[in-house]
């Protein structure tokens, strides 16, 4: 695991304090309390002795010099590197400033409750990350292999697939694998957030990060763990935070600019009143421009931006859906059209055969024989039914081979010597087979050797909750339409069940994303069009709308590679519930930006007027900077 993540990207930590790595260095982090505590000893030493300058003041050095080295090398190193202008600076300026006046315990104090704060706000940040890397939890520690015979614990890693791996009861299953031996129920919720248990029986393909609740399982491991779900879950996770939003990158654009134009004003504020009134004194002034540069260091800003948005990532994580980066988060906030591709998504994806309807000479177990055949090579929903139903005996289970997956048509394969095709009336009349008729519903049309053979119907059931979750998505986004690449009458009836009004059936991959792109037209300038689809045939049009939701991304590798937010479980209910995360999230981000603003423009005024001292202002800086940062954890605790 890479710990040195930055939500900023920069290279040097001590620049960036938004990052969330929370410097992951413990020692450094005890040392540096250490020198906080010191510090403090010194300071108050050098407050209560007695009042000689040559003893207070290297007292005062000391303490300042003890918090402030980082900083004032911070600094030094940014202006060598061409940043003049950032918070260190700011810093630095203020308490040289403060000691050239004569104000020594503003100096050091600044320091002190400076670096107080900058620990403190270390310390939620890394609060923050750890849990991010809950979901992380999902890493499995060791696999127990089977190696001629004897049990070895080794690292994951180490498993090549096609061994078998033993997991006990409370254990973490730790490579995708199917299982071989054994039986029970397994605990998926940190991949799903769902909490039931799942029954684990033989033959049942399994995911690394799983755990198994009751039973001794022996699983024959299919994938490297590098390709297992979790391992590419867990390398999402670890970006989404290096994908800025919007928001994010504002923040950063905008401390460039603020930092100068603080300094300036700030010079304008020591060097003109005295210039322009006689009874302004230079000195007075100076220190006022001093407290406005202490309030104006932009920290609570930069810092808790980021930090919200990383929030609100793993406040979703928690909840079963994983949002791949920031401005995601804010296109999630608002999304205007919603479009849904069906099978899959809308509906569970089960087909059950519903209907045989063989030509004239052929019999219907010959008809299924055949469609199961061509289906073997399709992940397709359709073709799990087919093969489902057919079920067919070992020696008739020919791999076909030289198979063609038309997307949104079906399938044409080879067996020996027979062509076979199974498909929609769009992939008869590819192949120009004649005999195929219009039908209702969704139909598998099926040729041998160019001739017709007969239809297979299928039906497939709305998933469990979808009506609900489609009346609470109608009251958060303003359209949602399906798009589908079904027979339009099956279509209709889907959306029909669903309440949404637009509908549109038939399409080819390409015609979807066509389709998607005149929804974007018709949508207002800048509002969000998203697709949610299951990745099995939709990869262009997720990879088209503004913002992809994929389904069920535990199975498929695609919908994880194709998609911005991935709902852990295939439930649609996750969709309204991302949306709300997101909103709050934003709203959270908002918030702290107001107040930290308001505050700031508050704390400025009182020192303007000479009402706040250098005191005031780093309370309003360190005090506001850990409001928001408190503030900005909250979105991690959102429960959906
Ligand atoms: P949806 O957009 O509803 O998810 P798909 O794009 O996955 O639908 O598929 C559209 C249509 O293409 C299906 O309804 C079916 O008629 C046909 N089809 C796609 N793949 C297969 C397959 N493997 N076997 C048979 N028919 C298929
Ligand atoms: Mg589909």
């Not at 080879?414 to 519903?441: C, D, K, S, Y």
Request: with cysteine.
């Amino acid at each position: 695991m890479k710990t040195e993540k930055h939500i900023h990207g920069q290279e040097s930590c001590h620049n960036c304090r938004a990052c969330a790595c929370a410097h992951g260095h413990e020692t450094e982090a005890k040392n540096s309390w250490n020198k906080i505590i010191w510090a403090a000893v010194l300071f108050a030493a050098a407050l209560a002795a007695p009042d000689f300058l040559w003893l207070k003041l290297p007292l005062y050095v000391a303490s300042y010099l003890l918090c402030g080295t980082e900083v004032l090398l911070a600094s030094f190193r940014n202006i060598k590197a061409g940043e003049v202008f950032d918070e260190n600076f700011l810093m630095a300026l203020a308490t040289f400033g403060a000691f050239a006046i004569g104000e020594y315990p503003e100096a050091a104090a600044v320091m002190l409750f400076y670096q107080t704060g900058e620990r403190l706000q270390e310390l939620a940040a890394g609060r923050s990350r750890s849990s991010i890397v809950k979901l992380m939890d999902l890493r499995p520690d060791f696999a127990r292999v089977i190696r001629q015979g004897k049990e070895e614990k080794i690292n994951p890693q180490d498993v090549t697939p096609g061994e078998i791996t033993v997991v006990l009861p409370g254990e973490r299953i730790a490579l995708d694998g199917i299982i071989v031996e054994g039986e029970g129920h397994i605990d998926a919720s940190a991949l799903t957030g769902e909490s039931r248990p799942v029954s684990a029986l033989k033959g049942k393909e399994v995911l690394a990060g799983c755990i198994s609740l009751d039973g001794t399982l022996q699983i024959r491991t299919t994938k490297n763990y590098q390709n297992s779900a979790v391992a590419k879950i867990l390398e999402l996770a670890e970006n989404a935070a290096n994908k800025k939003s919007a928001a994010e990158k504002f923040i950063t654009r905008f401390a460039r600019i603020y930092t100068p134009a603080v300094v300036c004003v700030a010079a304008a504020a020591a060097i003109l009143p005295p210039l322009i009134w006689e009874d302004a004194p230079f000195k007075i002034w100076f220190y006022r421009a001093l407290i406005f540069l202490v309030i104006s260091c932009p920290c609570a800003l930069v810092l808790s931006v980021p930090l919200g948005f990383f929030g609100g990532i793993g406040g979703a994580a928690k909840n079963g859906i994983l949002i791949k980066g920031g401005s995601y988060l804010e296109r999630l906030a608002h999304i205007h059209t919603l479009a849904f591709d069906k099978t899959g998504t809308l509906t569970q994806g089960v087909f059950e055969v519903t209907g045989i309807f063989a030509a004239n000479g052929v019999s219907e177990q010959e008809l299924l024989r055949l469609a199961a055949t061509a289906e073997q090579g399709s992940n397709h929903p359709i073709a799990k039914a087919l093969l489902l139903r057919a079920a067919l005996p070992q020696e008739q289970a020919k791999t076909p081979t030289s198979v063609r997956e038309y997307a949104g048509e079906g399938l044409a394969c080879q067996e020996g010597n027979t062509q076979i095709l199974a498909g929609n009336l769009r992939l008869m009349e590819r192949f120009h087979i004649q005999g195929a008729e219009p039908a209702e519903g969704t139909c598998v049309y099926v040729a041998e050797n160019g001739i017709y053979k007969g239809r297979i119907e299928l039906g497939d059931k709305p998933k469990a909750g979808a009506q609900k979750a489609l009346q609470e998505l109608k009251t958060l986004v303003k359209q949602t339409v399906v798009l589908s690449g079904d027979n339009p009458s099956a279509v209709q009836k889907t959306a029909r069940e669903l309440g949404i009004t637009h509908a549109y059936g038939g399409l080819l991959p390409a015609d979807k994303v066509a389709r998607l792109e005149e929804l974007m037209k018709n949508a207002p300038k800048g509002s969000v069009t998203a697709f949610a689809g299951d990745g099995i045939n939709d990869a262009p049009v997720l990879a088209r709308a503004d913002l992809a939701l994929a389904m069920g991304a535990l199975g498929s590798d695609a919908a994880i590679e194709a998609a911005d937010v991935v709902l852990m479980t295939d439930e649609l209910n996750r969709i309204p519930a991302a949306i709300r995360i997101a909103r709050k999230t934003l709203r959270v981000v908002k918030q702290n930006v107001v107040f930290a603003l308001a505050v700031k423009a508050g704390v400025l005024l009182l020192g303007v007027v000479g009402l706040a001292n250098m005191w005031a202002a780093v309370f309003a800086d360190v005090g506001v900077s850990l409001l928001a940062v408190a503030n900005s954890l909250r979105p991690l605790y959102f429960k959906e």
